[in-house]
């Protein structure tokens, strides 16, 4: 297959780009938000236009009322998102919780499947349990009780946690912490007894939640999947989260670069437009070499995550890895070429930067999946 | 089964009973490099066989017409072909300037007559191609170069010197640029071809930093070239020049396959890999070989249809060299003294440190790693003033 766009692909892309830049924009939505001091971290109206135009459910099959796209397609809207900063829960929703969903029963997506593809409800993700991803180790315990279970444990760093109607937690159900057996998902319901939320606002004001779970009664059409045997589901639930998270930093990256190569070619110093600077130049040439290659590794990832193939997961960590790095250095090049008034609020810059940072560290860094790389390579 | 697939079937079977086992061994060093042309001596009867057997189907030049000596492919079958001999491990069968360089430039800018002859020869390995570009005072600067064609009426007398002119004392023809205008300065330049053994060429070897004599200086001393020879028009020989280099470009930037797009971390943790400082730049290496990869294979797919952006191989020249150049810095570090090694049998007569010293060149070859950003400001980014 070759590393580009299909004709539909090109096509969804259109669509997504042109409506993204006029209704997902950063004064609309992510200052918006954020100056009002929204506690979802987003707002509900576009997650209705996502709804409308059938984004809210492209990875759901047909037979549930999606339009079973693939992360090609998946990542188009995210790299939109990447590009215009816009909250959204449509990662952790229409990509991961609708990844993990899919590995259910007819009554689980019955139940939360509809609400997701009308755009009325969001999903998060309870998967890390400490300050950096760690999805090996998993100490939250259900424990059989009567026909369901009792949930307890911590999760942290559940993007959109506070706001969810219902939440994916990977527990543990059986054996001991790190494990790679004995792992059940469920699909939590908001208002189970016993969810303490700790919601706080990132550096990117988006908002994420440390979850602590106390005793919470689940029963037993809440598991998804095989209960002792949910790995597999997880790892098609990380796999989905790293490479949309690797497409939407390959957005931010782009943004970050398109806005200041803008302004190379506008602020003038020594009566000279900085753009014609040599220095300044190199760098910009650099950039646009690195975030060429590293849009290449995500969409061979994604082809490659898409057609089940063997490879997939040495890819997706290789696309993780040199997105974030890339994304890393554009935001960083962006501010220092701006200057003084890269450091402003006023500027957009900025807000690229704090952006990178979340998404870099969601689903685990570039140093998390070198370590990958060099483990699944073999040594 | 779509065509595509059985296309695909059609050659695995053919490569399975066509390419020698020898063939499927990796490129060790320069005499496992089959660069046919006159004076060519294969280094064993599995090479001259695996390229007579390519030449016998158009598969030295998968994707050029049949007509000149290519087998026709379109994108996607050459893509698949790619794909199969990487599968097997398949050595190239011939590899010359003529194809990576001057065929691409003879396809568009040829005359009929031209492209079978000239085509024909490369593909069929016969004529081993180098090329006359750089000169003592023109390395960056290419455009000031100084050789000079004078006008005999049916034939030029040219004069002057080339610089850095690789495997000049193995090639039998030279692609050449050469002032034919002295007053214009872009548009003075004709792009000529010539027999090396017209009388007035000689070459001299140089001796370079890796203790090896790739390059050359090419003296030209009243060389007569008929005027039948040129490529494309008197005085536009920059627009043919600019458009090679574009090729030679990609070639140097190991797009195409081989060892260039590759992970090293686990070939380098079969020796022991007990530094924890070294595995983890390796890792981050790999991550950044393994991306290359996909570029590599992303900008291929988009240059067979027109949709790369025309000066991206600069982009790609860049980053391909910059890269092989780390590739050979932590593969130094790996081997420790071993490395170091400078004749050693052991060490195929000290192949780590001669490589290592050989890829220097690879970002100031077909341009500098600084000319090529230049570019790529100017070209793809419309920075100012660039």
Known sequence: ?379 | MSDLENFRQEIRSWLEANCPAEMRQPVTDEGDVCWGGRNFVFKNEAQKQWLERCVAKGYTVPDWPQAYGGAGMSPAQAKVWREECARIGARPPLSSFGIWMLGPALLKFGTEEQKVHYLGEIARGEIRWCQGYSEPGSGSDLVSLQTFGEDKGDHWVVNGQKIWTSYADKADWIFCLVRTDKANKYQGISFLLFDMTTPGVTTKPILLISGNSPFCETFFDDVKVPKHQIVGELNRGWDVAKYLLGHEREMISGAGGGDRLNAIGAVVARNGLEDPMLRAELAMFDVDALAYGCMGEKFLDEAKIGKAHPAQPNMMKYAGTELNKRRHELLMSAGGATALEWDSERTNGGSPARSWLRTKANSIEGGTSEVMLNVVAKRILDLPGA
């Open chain 1, 1 to 379: 297959m070759p590393l580009y766009h299909t004709e539909d692909q090109a096509m969804l892309a259109d669509t997504v780009t042109g409506f993204m830049a006029d209704e997902g924009g950063i004064k609309q939505q992510l200052r918006y938000y954020r100056d009002m001091g929204c506690q979802d971290g987003f707002g509900h109206a576009l997650w209705k236009q996502f709804a409308e135009m059938g984004l809210t459910g492209m990875l759901a099959s047909e037979a549930d009322g999606g339009l079973a796209m693939g992360h090609v397609e998946a990542g188009i809207v995210l790299r939109e998102i990447g590009r215009n900063l816009t909250p959204s829960p449509f990662l952790t929703t229409s990509v991961m919780g609708v990844t993990a969903l899919s590995g259910g029963s007819d009554d689980l997506r019955g139940r939360w499947l509809p609400g997701v593809i009308a755009g009325d409800s969001v999903l998060a993700v309870a998967i890390d349990e400490s300050p950096k991803h760690r999805p090996e180790r998993i100490a939250a315990r259900a424990e059989k009780a009567g026909n369901g279970f009792r949930l307890s444990g911590n999760k942290s760093f559940v993007v959109q946690g506070a706001s969810a109607d219902a939440i994916i937690v990977a527990a543990r159900t059986s054996g001991s912490d790190t494990d790679a057996d004995g792992i059940t998902l469920f699909a939590v319901p908001k208002d189970a007894n016993g969810i303490t939320h700790e919601n706080l606002r990132l550096v990117d004001s988006a908002m994420a939640s440390n979850i602590r779970f106390d005793n919470v009664e689940l029963d037993g059409d809440c598991v998804i999947g095989q209960v002792d045997g949910g790995r597999e589901l997880l790892n098609k639930v990380l796999a989905a989260g790293r490479i949309g998270s690797a497409a939407e930093l390959t957005g931010v990256g782009h943004g970050a670069f398109d806005i200041t190569t803008a302004y190379l070619k506008t602020r003038k110093q020594f009566g000279r437009l900085i753009g014609e600077f040599q220095a300044l130049q190199h760098r910009a040439a650099h950039l646009y070499s690195e975030l060429e290659i590293a849009s290449a590794a995500v969409i061979k990832a994604q082809q490659l995550l898409d057609g089940g193939a063997e490879k997939a997961e040495l890819m997706v960590s290789v696309a993780k890895a040199k997105a974030a790095r890339t994304c890393n250095l554009a935001v960083r090049e962006g501010v220092q070429m701006h200057g003084g008034v890269g450091m402003t609020d006023e500027y957009d810059i900025g807000l690229y930067m704090k952006r990178d940072r979340s998404l870099t560290e969601f689903m685990g860094d570039q140093y998390y999946h070198a370590e990958r790389v060099a483990q699944l390579s073999g040594y």
